[in-house]
T-cell receptor, first 115, second 115 residues
Framework: AQTVTQSQPEMSVQEAETVTLSCTYDTSENNYYLFWYKQPPSRQMILVIRQEAYKQQNATENRFSVNFQKAAKSFSLKISDSQLGDTAMYFCAFMNPPGNTPLVFGKGTRLSVIA | EAQVTQNPRYLITVTGKKLTVTCSQNMNHEYMSWYRQDPGLGLRQIYYSMNVEVTDKGDVPEGYKVSRKEKRNFPLILESPSPNQTSLYFC??????????????FGPGTRLTVT
């Protein structure tokens, strides 16, 4: 079974600084999908970014980017120019193809952005 | 507005009293799923449905039932709730019309307390 590990239960960063959240996973599959979800205090789950394993290029969405290292089974999230609104729980998640097999989540990293 | 709705948002009940948490989506999605979120454990899948009348167990199905009689609805049923089912529950949906990765849209969550 696939597992997802987030080794940093809590992190903090100063406003406008850059922070990187770590995620590793375990799978024997060659093709799969990876996601980062954000859960602010409102508890809503919001998709931040996704990566398809067959794509070598790292995904980017505005201030959010990933460092996808397939051989190392690592999928870290970098948040640039951190804003107070980035304060949230962040979950890394894994999905096998095709399409809609279950999402396997890590335990989460609580990020606090400090003014 | 495209959305996943859950009701109720908050529920306090007693051990053994049957309850149903409703989930409805207006995006004509084939795939629907239930997760529970517990501190330090992340989100774990309870049940999922690939389409009408097609349901399957996730990682933690014990004590839960689901049904998928209509495409838009996917209720979660606790026949005899116990305190260990106190948790935050999320419903999610996504398209399932081929090869993914399709974003899963999450409902706002239901906070259940069983005393």
């Amino acid at each position: 079974a696939q597992t997802v590990t987030q080794s940093q239960p809590e992190m903090s960063v100063q406003e406008a600084e850059t922070v990187t959240l770590s995620c590793t996973y375990d799978t024997s599959e060659n093709n799969y999908y990876l996601f980062w979800y954000k859960q602010p205090p409102s508890r809503q789950m919001i998709l931040v970014i996704r990566q398809e394993a067959y794509k070598q290029q790292n995904a980017t969405e505005n201030r959010f980017s990933v460092n996808f290292q397939k051989a190392a089974k690592s999928f870290s999230l970098k948040i640039s120019d951190s804003q107070l609104g980035d304060t949230a729980m962040y979950f890394c998640a894994f999905m096998n193809p095709p399409g809609n097999t279950p999402l396997v989540f890590g335990k989460g990293t609580r990020l606090s952005v400090i003014a | 507005e495209a959305q996943v709705t859950q009701n109720p948002r908050y529920l306090i009940t007693v051990t053994g009293k049957k309850l149903t948490v409703t989930c409805s989506q207006n995006m004509n999605h084939e795939y629907m799923s239930w997760y529970r979120q517990d501190p330090g454990l992340g989100l774990r899948q309870i049940y999922y449905s690939m389409n009408v009348e097609v349901t399957d167990k996730g990682d933690v199905p014990e004590g839960y039932k689901v049904s998928r009689k209509e495409k838009r609805n996917f209720p979660l049923i606790l026949e005899s709730p116990s305190p260990n089912q106190t948790s935050l529950y999320f419903c999610a949906s996504s398209p399932n019309r081929g090869y993914g990765p399709y974003e899963q849209y999450f409902g706002p969550g239901t906070r259940l307390t069983v005393t």
